[in-house]
């Protein structure tokens, strides 16, 4: 069985997005599982979606201060994929901001990850993350995480036990805390097909890829919400 | 070497030359593993490089803080292109530089290593990179040292929170600047300090302080009036734990 997980808290995203996520699920993804939402509001989110107290998942905000006050922004995703909770089932945490475009049944079904399963974002230039390497440069995505939750305890244990403060100061996001401290404990999707970034694509058209992400939540790119063309329409289509 | 201050000091031409060859096989190696580094590489010789670096070994030649028997760590140390020449004539025991930027320490090492067949490169037996994070876990080699050295306070959290201090001298360099010269954002200065009470208020409380100052990052002349262009501050602190 697979566990669905996502994150919704503030009033960044609506509960449609929750919901459209939810139905993109039920399409694509033809395995026994079920569908759980942390967050802080479920109004308005579909009734047959697991609600998890956002609380529970919440993150300590680093003693050292620095941007995004002071907290590794999206460290509770590390929280939530291995609460105990969804152990003896694999897990697959989604962020909202994300449309799913082909079948992942096979791709999921098939896949037993060792470690933490992220992806490695292939459209960031290499040079760049080389020239800027240990600053501003994250060659890894965790919008499209797989595992077995009890892979996750290594990172979660170390994330927050060890050196939290200095992570918030100095990454301020798990995407960079992982890339700089806990590559060990992380695996890459095989797939290469299987995620793109809406925001670094040059046509933003639909292209031949499983899942599309915005990764908006950084404050680059544009929300699904606030477009006018073929992403929006599909995700519309999912209410 | 007669680039910037820092260096004109009458330098042996054959050292000179040998440090010339090192800069040639760094850059060739650079661009041969597609590091990624030649803009950085270029900058670690940069003007201000020189000035600060050169301000910082001023002030422990006048507090006499340097012998023969000093280990030296430098935290932070990117390429060491500048400050480790300097410990070197000054005959310093050891240096160790650490660096958490991967596709920097192969070149460090480069430009540092040891030629056995070469009479003047005895001294590159001297200088050790270790590629690490120093916040992370405790900087190895650190106990051997005596004399700890960070330019780069600017590029981590205030240095009051770091947990690996031990008995010695310490010097702290940071800035005010969060942009470049040309106005663009200094990627990577997440710790820009205001004046030099804000960087004191960055030390740990138990640092004897020695010496404290500021000094202008001046660049150089780039109009018809040959006039200097002050561009920041750089803040220093000297002490003893």
């Given amino acids: 069985m697979i566990s669905i997980l996502c994150l919704k808290w503030g009033d960044k995203y609506g509960p449609e997005y929750v919901n459209r996520l939810y139905n993109q699920c039920k399409e694509f993804i033809k395995l026994d599982f079920k569908f759980y939402c942390a967050t802080d509001n479920s109004k308005k989110i579909n009734p047959e979606i697991k609600i998890l107290d956002y609380n529970d998942y919440a993150i300590p905000v680093g003693k050292y201060g620095g941007s995004n006050l002071g907290k590794v922004f999206t460290a509770e995703k590390i929280k939530l994929i291995c609460d105990k909770r969804f152990y003896g089932t694999r897990v697959l945490l989604l962020d909202l901001d994300l449309i799913i475009l082909k079948d992942l049944t096979n791709y999921l079904n098939n896949y037993h990850p060792n470690k933490l399963a992220l992806y490695e974002s292939w459209w960031y230039?290499?040079?760049?993350?080389?020239?800027?390497?240990?600053?501003i440069s994250c060659r890894l995505n965790s919008s499209f995480m797989y595992t077995y939750p009890e892979n996750v305890k290594i990172i979660s244990q170390k994330l927050f036990n060890e050196n939290y403060d200095y992570y918030a100061f100095k990454y301020y996001s798990l995407d960079r805390t992982i890339q700089y401290n806990f590559l060990n404990h992380i695996e890459f999707h095989k797939d290469k097909r299987l995620l793109y970034s809406y925001s670094n694509s040059k046509s933003k058209r639909k292209l031949n890829y499983k899942v599309c992400i915005f990764n908006n939540s950084h404050g680059k790119g544009e929300d699904l919400h606030d477009l006018k063309n073929w992403a929006y329409d599909y995700w519309k289509s999912y209410d | 070497m007669i680039i910037g201050k820092a260096m004109i000091n009458h330098q042996p031409y054959i050292e000179n030359l040998d440090y010339f060859r090192r800069l040639l096989d760094c850059f060739r190696y650079i661009n041969k593993a597609e590091l990624g580094k030649t803009e950085e590489f270029i900058a670690s010789f940069s003007p201000n490089q020189f000035q600060s670096k050169q301000w910082l070994m001023n002030k422990i030649d006048e507090l006499n803080l340097i012998s023969n028997k000093t280990k030296v760590a430098v935290l932070g140390c990117k390429f060491g292109s500048v400050l480790f020449p300097e410990l070197l004539k000054r005959n310093v025991d050891m240096i160790y530089g650490y660096e958490m930027d991967k596709y920097v320490t192969p070149v460090s090492k480069m430009l540092f290593k040891k030629f056995d067949n070469e009479l003047y490169?005895?001294?590159?037996?001297?200088?050790?990179?270790?590629?690490?994070?120093?916040w992370v876990k405790r900087p190895r080699y650190l106990d051997e040292t005596d004399m700890t050295i960070n330019t780069s306070c600017e590029h981590m959290p205030p240095m009051k929170y770091w947990s690996y201090y031990k008995y010695g001298t310490y010097v702290f360099q940071s800035t005010n600047t969060d942009k470049t010269f040309s106005g663009s954002v200094k990627v990577g200065h997440i710790n820009c300090v205001k004046n030099i009470d804000d960087f004191q208020s960055q030390m740990h409380p138990m640092l004897e302080i020695l010496w404290s100052g500021e000094e202008n990052i001046v660049y150089p002349a780039n109009n018809k009036e040959n006039i200097e262009t002050v561009y920041g501050k750089r803040f220093m602190i000297i002490g003893r734990m």
């Avoid at chain 1, 230039?125 to 600053?135: P, T």
């Avoid at chain 2, 490169?121 to 590629?131: G, L, S």
């Fill in chain 2, 121 to 134: 490169c005895k001294i590159f037996d001297k200088v050790k990179f270790i590629d690490q994070d120093i």
């Fill in chain 1, 125 to 135: 230039d290499e040079k760049a993350f080389k020239r800027n390497y240990g600053k």
